[in-house]
Structure formats: structure tokens, C-alpha cells
């Protein structure tokens, strides 16, 4: 039996009910405080999954998730719902509960539509090219970043992220050329491939685009929508974050994901609270 | 007393419940075989107001719908619920319901995050430039739009729609120069000023972009998520609509929203259908 990547042990579910299920948050997946969003996305993906997947619609195509406090590690339930069962499409609600002293705490509420990817046309009347970026091994390893970012938490060796130089000179000290957008491929270290649920964790793994203004304060998110818009090819992903309008305490983050064969399969907007902070 | 808008009348909700209201949907803002999206976010968002106001959160800054169903003329009932209150921010839940030969049925679930936009500072790091549109005299009037157009529904002649002749081509039978982008002033012709609950309305109330690219059907809306930005100022509005990856059979849609002091108060992406029928 093959060993089972630590990604997919982070997505373990077990159904409890009709329509709940138990799962455990991993320490190893933190940052700062909470557990990194995009992993409770792929999480809270992963239940959809179970619950559409039998409705012949296995694929999230949306997902929009509100975060309302922060997730711990411990054990946790996600509760689900069936909005609308549809032809070609399964519209879904989730949330994911966990107990603080006792008293169930919400941590997300998520709206979704699952559909199969599988059954979309060819068509392509206009998509964005993938950006040039140097190759992985003349890119800034997430391995080589100070000590004073790897303490942000462990989930920074979770992801194997190579920064494009033009977008990573707050790594190192620098200005950064392009401000308000960061480019990286990224991938599994254990050679986990990507598949729709890995992309819903993609679309927040990257630092956030406030670094190359030389805030490094916490950037928590208030909503993520994901776009899963393609099967992704094996090997690395070319992830863009970028922002175009930070400003008044708040800034939108929008991430686009291609695959290898250059195809974009995922697309997100996140709307973040700016840092408070703006020491490292 | 003043004259009521007629887009404050067709927002009117009227408490039922501790949380339930009840309204009513007037033909006159239908579009194809659906009142149209934007209008009932901004219903939607009515009643989240009133819900978020005495929590000192009378201000949407995220709204995430899922259409479920196409909404017709006619009473509907609207669901709330707040998922979390905090300090800052109100995070709720809401459902636009219509009964269907007397069976209950839902139009859009959304969730939405309130808060007050004028608490938030005046930081400004990054913003976009509004788009250089000759002013609105000398752009395409909807009011001039071939018949075959305005036939699509009472909509188009509630809002005053300006678009920009770069973009507008698809209008009068000619190549459109920008394909995948849409440029316009905006206002209501009654002269009801904008405020955060319009702009919920004006992240959709512009053609789809499919039309630049001389795709002339119907493009139903799967999810749409709207980020208000700032209050915004009176007199017109530009809206630029725009999509990078029109593929598949899906487009994702993304709006932006500049006040008459040219501050972008509003952001939306919405994920789209393509249309399936290509004649006008």
C-alpha cells in the first residue's frame, strides 16, 4: 500500500452523521496563530467532496469560505448541507466547528458548487499566459528565507515554494522590483501531486503581497473565493498573488494557479485585513 | 416628504420575524427569465443592513451569492442569520426564497461580512487608476441600443448606462477593439445618489463581456462575491467589467467600481456560465 502523503492525512475525514464529519487540525500546518487557511479550505474541500461526489459532481468548481475565528490544532467537526442538487451542478454549505472550553466555536462558514471538471468543453477563448519566471532551482527556496520568517510557523516546510527574485527582495532585504504581487512555483516535497483539492490550498500558500511594501505584520483573511478551473498536469505549479487595491485597512489578493502543461486551473480573490504590525 | 427612488422601493423589506422579511420582486427589474443579480444583492443587502446596523456594522464589505434558482416577479421571503458578531466586523447569512406552485423555494444564498466604512483609515499604498472613458455625453447611450438588446428586458431601462465606444463596438455591429472588457458610466435616471447598497447592483449591471467577443447569449451568474470598498461620493459611476480566462465553458467576471472622485469603491468577481446560444 502506498504511504499516504502528509496532505492527504491533513484531509483525513470520517463521516459522523448524515451530513457531519470529524477531522484533526495538525500543529505542523500552523502559521502564526491558526492554521493555514488555504489547508482548512482543501479540508472543508475535501468533506464537500464526500458529500457530492456520490451526486456525480466530485469537483469543486467555487468555493467561498468566511473566516471567523481562528482554527487551532485538535480536533475538529464540519458540518454540511445541500443547498441544490442540480443537472450538471451540487451548490453546498459547510462549516467547520471546533470546541473551546467546551463551547462549540465556529472557525469557517463556506458557500461551494461542486460539478466534474471532467465534463467541461475545450473551448478557450481567452486565457492568461503563464508570467516568465526563472526556473524553479534559480528561484529563492522558502529553504533559504531568514530564520525570522521560518518562525512564522511550521507550515512554512509544508510547501516547497521557489520565489521569483523579481517579487522576493523583501526576503532578503531588498526592495522588492514589482510591489503589490508575488510569484512562486510551488509543489509538495513528498511528491504529492496536484489535484482540485490540493489547488484550494494553493490559492493561499505564498506570503502575502503587503511583504513587498515592507509590512510584515499578520495579513488574516475575511473571505477567499476559489475558482478551480481545470484538472491540474503533474509537477510544479505557478502561483501570482497580486493585489491592485490596498488601501483603507483592507486590500483584496487575488491568486491565479497554472499548471505544468501552462494551463491557468485555479483562480482566487481574497478580501484581507492590512497588517497592524509592520516589524518583522 | 421626498419622492422614493425606485431602487429604494424595490430594496423595501419589511421585518416578519426576528430574522425574516418579507419583500417584493417587481417585474420592471427583470432581465432574460431573472430579476436581475445585481438588484437582488442589493436586496439581499438591505436586509443584511438592517440586521448589521444595531451591531454598529451597517456597512456591507464582502457579499458572496450563490444563484441557486431564477427569481421572478412576484413576494419572496429573505432568511438571516448572524454567524458571528465581533468587534469590528458582523459576519451573517441570508437566503432570498420564493414559493413555486406553493412549494418553497431559494434563489441566492449568501454570506456576507458587514462592518462601518467610515471607521476605516485613509492609508492609501496601492490603487487603480480609473480607466481614461471619454466623458458621458459622448458615449454609447443603452437608451441607443438596437431594439434587439432592449428587448431583453425591462432592466435596461433602469439604470443609465454610458459605455465606452472603445468597448462597445459589439453594440452597433462592429469588431469590439477590446475584446473581454466593458467600460461605462453608470446612474440611476432618477437621480438616487449612490451609496454602498447601490453599488451591490452596480458590480452587475453592465452587458457580459462575452458580448465583445460577439457571444450573444445568455450568461447566468453562479457566484458572485462584491468587496465595498469606500462610500461613495455622488454622481456618476465608471464600472469596468473584465475577464482573463473565458474557457471551458465558464468566465470568471471581474468588476471595478470608481466613484465621481475617482476612488475605487467597489471590487466584485463574479464566475459565469458562458453562453450557450451565440445569435443575438
Known amino acids: 500500500m502506498p504511504h499516504q502523503s502528509e496532505f492527504d492525512t491533513a484531509l483525513a475525514v470520517t463521516r459522523s452523521g448524515a451530513t457531519s464529519y470529524d477531522a484533526l487540525l495538525h500543529d505542523g500546518w500552523r502559521i502564526g496563530n491558526s492554521v493555514n487557511g488555504g489547508l482548512l479550505l482543501s479540508l472543508l474541500g475535501n468533506a464537500l467532496r464526500d458529500l457530492c461526489a456520490p451526486l456525480g459532481h466530485p469537483d469543486p468548481l467555487s468555493v467561498s469560505a468566511y473566516y471567523l475565528s481562528a482554527s487551532t490544532a485538535g480536533p475538529a467537526v464540519i458540518e454540511t448541507e445541500v443547498a441544490r442538487n442540480g443537472k450538471t451542478m451540487t451548490t453546498c454549505q459547510t462549516s ?4 473551546v472550553d467546551g463551547v462549540p466555536t465556529e472557525r ?5 458548487t461542486y460539478g466534474d471538471l471532467g465534463a467541461l468543453t475545450d473551448a478557450v477563448h481567452l486565457t492568461p499566459e503563464m508570467p516568465d519566471v526563472p526556473p524553479p532551482d534559480r528561484c529563492l527556496s522558502s529553504a533559504d528565507m531568514p530564520d525570522t520568517f521560518k518562525a512564522a510557523g511550521p507550515f512554512l516546510q509544508r510547501v516547497d515554494v521557489r520565489l521569483d527574485p523579481s517579487t522576493a527582495g523583501w526576503a532578503i532585504g531588498e526592495r522588492t522590483a514589482q510591489r503589490g504581487a508575488i510569484q512562486a512555483w510551488v509543489r509538495m516535497p513528498d511528491g504529492r501531486e496536484p489535484d482540485p483539492l490540493l489547488l484550494l490550498m494553493m490559492v493561499d500558500v505564498l506570503p502575502p503581497v503587503t511583504f513587498t511594501f515592507g509590512h510584515f505584520g499578520w495579513v488574516p483573511t475575511l473571505e477567499l473565493t476559489a475558482h478551480v478551473r481545470g484538472r491540474p498536469e503533474p509537477g ?4 501570482r498573488h497580486a493585489t491592485r487595491n490596498y488601501s483603507g485597512g483592507l486590500l483584496e489578493e487575488d491568486a491565479e494557479v497554472w499548471d505544468s502543461s501552462g494551463r491557468l486551473v485555479a483562480q482566487s480573490r481574497q478580501l484581507a485585513r492590512a497588517p497592524r504590525r509592520r516589524a518583522p
Open 96 to 99: 467547520l466547528i471546533q470546541a
Open 108 to 112: 469557517l462558514r463556506a458557500l461551494a
Open 236 to 239: 510544479w505549479l505557478l502561483v
